[in-house]
């Protein structure tokens, strides 16, 4: 018996299937204004299912099913089930889409032109997307930026932001405590607080940007910047994408139109206004 | 949706398709797809009118299964560079066979392992060959690999250090405690040469290996796929005059004419095949247990018939083993934790 939940985002459609009704309410909200698949048919299917017939009542455990499963995923608590349905949501995407380039990279856009950050987690570049999001940038993604292979596009994929231990007190200062969502307590990743993003993120979300710089953000360190060389950028862009060998040639092209049209920077930062204020110079740079 | 049949309905003639509703799409979407027939349904229903998300859907499995197809055709190519000193022309089996000769069977589908034959008294050079060329061995304990060697139709599996995909290099079709014994000279003696370096089975050979892969060497995971193999190929051979009578003679030879005969009437049940009566009529007890567990699936992609599913896991030991070495073999992994169901 399950219940179900479906959404768009971006160019992706999902169906959610879970045995309990918790997460099931807490997606509903959560993305109460996204529009549901197109013609009613998702890209991808997710389960959130009881480990053993047992496991559904007494200490519920949800395992992370769906048409892409990894065979040693870890279980979750049944409160931490929203994450559940997020994580499963992003493996579709990472192991199933073949038709973009995906880079593991949040993205924002201003005048046609997209900004690219990418970086291990506790780099900051999902915060840093989320506070531009709200600085009059179009937050586009905080976790997969979708290449475009023969156009070299960048293609939103604006899911809710996951915010991490020290980032929900962070983005608290420049958002309504509306916007976020239930919190969740000892995660593997940490405590958890999904937010909303701005509405005409939604809105647009079929829209596409020209990539435009791309920076490799590192959170906790003294100000710095230093220009990222080609070939660097190339092979920390293959560890990035989830699917760049899967697409073969055509991956192989895109990686490398995307490289050598666009600059890249690392920067370090000590806090966010030091990076926010890092990101507008770099980007007066560039015209 | 109660069970597989509207992927095996739509497979089986692709024109259906226009009949079907969005949550119908879904459920035979998702259930192609944890049966791994997506490609093969993508393939199926290439240049029909189907709604704009199923055919995103179905474009991204066109482009796994061709990756797929690639990188296995290269697998064959490297393990023929290996073997080639030793004068061993590889002889493949299953999927990677049925792309290399290109088969219907091969459209669209995905392929895991490369799997090939080579003589018994050779199975020694040909691992030390694999050895040198930077395959080795996946981690296993001591129980496991002597279980191998000393039960198994196959070596232990190789995996290539550098391309990570996996061999399995066969001395025959079936294990060696299995009941039926096919001939394995015949099979390799019968073999048909490609023409560059690499050959497969003789067509009813590739039926009857198909066929014993399904019932007798597993507990029908990916049963249906492997059904969709035996129609393609029953298929494509049946055009080729005196196909049937050949079919009968060499499973006769083979001793397994019950498994091809029931496979025959579980494809016809299922993908409509057209098939031999007189071979089909072998003996059918239990057909209705076969289909109820090749078509165990919902819409939202999950197993279903828990208990027949275990059923088909007990039978495929019980046919694999006699029952004492039955015992032994389920008590030492029950006591390393073995799950019995994945």
């Known amino acids: ?150 156009t070299g596009l960048a293609f939103p994929f604006p899911r809710p932001v996951s915010l991490k231990n020290e980032a929900v007190a962070e983005m608290l200062r420049h958002v309504a405590a509306e916007r976020l969502g239930p919190e969740m307590v000892g995660t593997p990743k940490g405590d958890i607080r999904h937010l909303k993003p701005p509405t005409e993120a939604i809105r647009r979300m079929g829209e596409s940007g020209k990539p435009a710089l791309l920076l490799f953000p590192r959170f906790g360190l003294a100000r710095d910047v230093r220009p990222v060389p080609p070939s660097e950028v190339f092979v920390r862009l293959t560890q990035a994408s989830t699917n760049y060998t899967m697409l073969g040639e055509r991956g192989f092209e895109a990686l490398t139109n995307l490289v050598q049209r666009i600059p890249a920077c690392a920067i370090d930062y000590p806090d966010t206004e030091t990076a926010l204020a890092l990101v507008d110079e770099l980007w007066a740079e560039l015209t | 949706m109660r069970d597989a049949r509207i992927l095996a309905w739509v497979l089986a003639d692709p024109s259906r398709a226009a009949q079907l509703r969005p949550h119908q799409w879904t459920a035979m979407l998702t259930i192609a797809q944890a049966e791994r027939l997506l490609g093969t349904l993508a393939h199926r229903l290439a240049g029909l009118d189907v709604p704009e998300t199923a055919a995103r859907v179905l474009d991204r499995a066109r482009r796994a299964a061709e990756t797929d197809r690639r990188q296995a055709l290269w697998e064959a190519e490297m393990a023929r560079q290996a073997l080639a000193p030793l004068g061993l022309p590889v002889l493949l089996l299953k999927g990677t066979a049925y792309l290399a000769a290109g088969m219907d069977a091969g459209r669209g589908r995905l392929v895991g392992d490369l799997d090939i034959l080579v003589p018994h008294d050779r199975m020694d050079d040909a691992e030390a060959a694999l050895l040198a060329a930077g395959w080795e061995w996946v981690k296993q304990d001591d129980y496991d690999d002597a279980y191998y060697r000393d039960h198994m139709h196959e070596l232990p599996p190789l995996i290539h250090k550098a391309r990570d995909r996996m061999i399995d290099v066969h001395h025959t079709i079936l294990p060696l405690t299995a009941r039926a014994r096919p001939d394995a000279a015949a099979l390799i003696g019968d073999a048909v040469d490609l023409g560059n370096g690499l050959s497969t089975l003789c067509p009813e050979d590739m039926v009857i290996h198909a066929v014993l892969h399904l019932f007798a060497d597993g507990d029908l995971s990916g049963g249906l796929r492997n059904l969709w193999d035996i129609d393609r190929m029953l298929r494509e051979f049946a055009e080729s005059d005196g196909f049937w009578d050949r079919l009968l003679a060499r499973s006769r030879h083979h001793k397994v004419t019950r498994y091809v005969s029931r496979a025959l009437r579980l494809s016809h049940h299922i993908f409509e095949t057209p098939v031999d009566p007189y071979l089909a009529w072998q003996g059918r007890r239990g057909d209705l247990f076969y289909t109820g567990r090749l078509l165990a699936r919902n819409g939202w992609g999950q197993d279903t018939a828990k208990l027949l599913r275990f059923a088909f896991y007990l039978r495929s030991h019980w046919i694999r083993m006699p029952p004492l070495m039955l015992a032994r073999h389920l008590f030492t992994k029950w006591r390393k934790g073995h799950q019995p169901i994945r």
């Not at chain 1, 931490?80 to 990472?94: I, Y």
């Not at chain 1, 032109?113 to 993604?141: D, H, I, N």
């Open chain 1, 1 to 150: 018996m399950m219940r179900a939940f479906t959404v768009q985002v971006g160019p992706v459609g999902f169906r959610v299937g879970s045995a309990w009704s918790g997460p099931i309410r807490a997606l509903d909200w959560l993305y109460a204004d996204y529009p549901k698949p197109a013609d009613g048919i998702p890209d991808f299917t997710v389960r959130l299912e009881p480990v053993s017939a047992l496991r559904r009542w007494v200490r519920p455990s949800v395992a992370i099913r769906g048409d892409f499963m990894l065979p040693d995923a870890v279980p979750t608590s049944l409160a931490h089930g929203l994450l559940a349905a997020e994580m499963a949501m992003n493996l579709q995407v990472a192991m199933g889409e073949r038709r973009f380039l995906l880079l593991h990279a949040s993205s924002v856009e201003r005048d046609g032109k997209v900004l690219l950050m990418t970086g291990e987690s506790g780099s900051g570049k999902s915060t840093l997307s989320a506070l531009l999001g709200e600085k009059g940038w179009r937050f586009m993604g905080d976790e997969f930026a979708l290449i475009e292979p023969e």
